[in-house]
Structure formats: structure tokens, C-alpha cells
């Protein structure tokens, strides 16, 4: 870029010393060199321009290949994370399930528990009233066996009263007989 400038410092020069003369074939001269001098020039910064293009484009390429092999690392980093929280989620899942399971297996033992319990509570109140109403039943016969007792106190009393009586006049008789026999002797 220097040089170019230079270059068209120079012809720039040339034109106005060539001007200042006052020739026209030293400005004619002048010009075309001028003209040749900027052509250069423009060479001169168009090919720097295409350098430093090309640089750019080097340098972004290389950018863009840094971006993409970081982002290729980022994209395995983020299928391992994926992977390391499937692999937890599909761990807590399994656990889950594994206590669900638990859970359920334990419920279905305490309704079968509860079943046996009801089931024993309803035999033990089966037997309860079987054995108030054989209680009742026993209850019944102790009060008819009392009574019968009683019936029979009351005839041994009787019995006993009569067999007081029969024996009086047993002895009455015998007491009677002896006299008979004792007056008829």
C-alpha cells in the first residue's frame, strides 16, 4: 500500500511539474505515466486486497474448523451427559418400579392379612355366639336341673314324711301287736 501511494505521490508530481513547464508533450508524457503509475497503483492495492481477502478467508476457514471440531467435542459432551442421565433415569426407573413392586407385594400381603384377620374375627364371633347360645342352653338345663332339684327336695321331704308316718304306725302296729301278743299269752 506504501508503494502504491508512492506511486500516485510520483505521478501526481510529475503532472504538476509537467503543468508548471507549460509543455504539452512533457504533460501528454506526464499523464500517460500518471495513467500508468495509477494502473499500478491499482494493481499494486488490488492484489493486496486479494491478499488480504484470501488471509481472511484462510483465517476464517481455520475458525470455522476450530468452531466445528468444538462443536463435534461439545456434541460428544452432550451425548455422554444424554447418556449419563438416560442411564440415571433408567437406573431411577428400575428402582421405582423395584419399590413399586415392593410396595404392591406388601399391600397385597396386608390385604391378605387383613382378609385372614377378618375371616378369624368372624370364626371367633361364630363361635362367640355359639357359645352364648350353648351357654344360654346350659343356663336353661342348670335352671331346669335346679328346679328338678328342688322338686326332688321337696319329695325326699315327702318321702321322708311319709316314711315317718308309716314307721310311726309300723311301731304303732308292732307296739299294738306285742300288747296282743302279751294279753293273748
Known sequence: MTVAVALLVAAAALVVAA?????????AVAGILAVAL??????IT????MLSRQEANRD???????????TEERIAENRAFVEDLNAKA???RTARAKTVAELEAALAAAH????????????????AAEAQVESSALRQRVTDAEARAADAIVR????????????????ALQAAAKKNDASAA
Open 112 to 127: 391378605q392379612r387383613a382378609a385372614e384377620a377378618i375371616r378369624s374375627r368372624a370364626e371367633e364371633a361364630r363361635k
Open 19 to 27: 503543468v508548471a513547464v507549460g509543455s504539452m508533450v512533457l504533460a
Open 46 to 49: 488490488h492484489s493486496e486486497l
Open 60 to 70: 476464517r476457514a481455520a475458525q470455522a474448523q476450530a468452531y466445528k471440531k468444538i
Open 90 to 92: 433408567e437406573k431411577d
Open 156 to 171: 325326699v321331704a315327702e318321702l321322708e314324711q311319709e316314711l315317718d308316718i308309716v314307721r310311726a304306725e309300723l311301731n
Open 38 to 43: 495509477g494502473a499500478a497503483a491499482t494493481k
